[in-house]
């Protein structure tokens, strides 16, 4: 059974940093795309950052300029997300989620993300 | 970056009702689309993947429709148990979702 277990939120002021982890098992996490994504309390949900199965492709989302940073340690099961200079408008359930890969029926083909977290809430207030 | 814009963003219904939800790319993302169910508390789960394929485990009475630009999910009669917020997701291009659309009991 895949397990996304994301910790490390809490409570931070405003320009702090935080540290986000996600624990996988149940899957060769060495092969498979990682993200995280977010959503702020009675908000809808917000793609943060990918990285691929090597680290080798990293993308974040534009509003993010340039805070955060996404890694992954394959040989440790473990994705990261480190934010830097934190506002209030990051407060936020913060997911980890697994990339199915390319999946394709008779006529089309998507990645989706097909395992999540539970999620860990970051706030970020003075 | 892609834009996704969902319509409504919220709407009431009653049990048995067909219910349209339409997403719309700001660019053609083929059939790079995705759409979750969200439940207060709990992480989004997956309905229709690649625009109309049905996700295992899914009750039939959900489907998805379209290409390019513009898509639908329907629930063609719906049930307790579908009252949640729906996002439709775009993979073309990294990943954007629409803002959601809430469906309340009428």
């Known amino acids: 059974e895949v397990q996304l277990v994301e910790s490390g939120g809490g409570l931070v002021k405003p320009g702090g940093s935080l540290s986000l982890s996600c624990a996988a098992s149940?899957?060769?996490?060495?092969?498979?795309?990682m993200h995280w994504v977010r959503q702020a309390p009675g908000k809808g949900l917000e793609w943060v950052s990918s990285i691929s199965r090597t680290s080798s492709y990293i993308s974040y989302a534009d509003s993010l300029e340039g805070r955060f940073t996404i890694s992954r340690d394959n040989a440790k099961n473990s994705l990261s997300l480190q934010m830097h200079s934190l506002r209030a408008e990051d407060t936020a359930v913060y997911y980890c989620?697994?990339?199915?890969?390319?999946?394709?029926?008779?006529?089309?083909?998507?990645?989706?993300?097909?395992?999540w977290g539970q999620g860990t809430l970051v706030t970020v207030s003075s | 970056d892609i834009q996704m814009t969902q319509s409504p963003s919220s709407l009431s219904a009653s049990v048995g009702d067909r219910v349209t939800i339409t997403c719309r790319a700001s660019?053609?993302?083929?059939?790079?689309l995705n759409w979750y169910q969200q439940k207060p508390g709990k992480a989004p789960k997956l309905l229709i993947y690649?625009?109309?394929s049905l996700q295992s485990g899914v009750p039939s009475r959900f489907s998805g429709g379209g290409s390019g630009t513009d898509f639908t999910l329907t629930i063609s009669s719906l049930q307790p148990e579908d009252f949640a917020t729906y996002y439709c997701?775009?993979?073309?291009?990294?990943?954007?979702f629409g803002q959601g659309t809430k469906v309340e009991i009428k």
């Open positions: 989620a697994k990339d199915s890969g390319i999946s394709c029926s008779s006529t089309s083909c998507s990645y989706y993300f097909d395992n």
């Open positions: 690649a625009a109309s």
């Open positions: 149940g899957f060769s996490f060495s092969s498979y795309t």
């Open positions: 660019q053609s993302i083929s059939t790079y």
């Open positions: 997701q775009q993979s073309y291009n990294t990943r954007t």
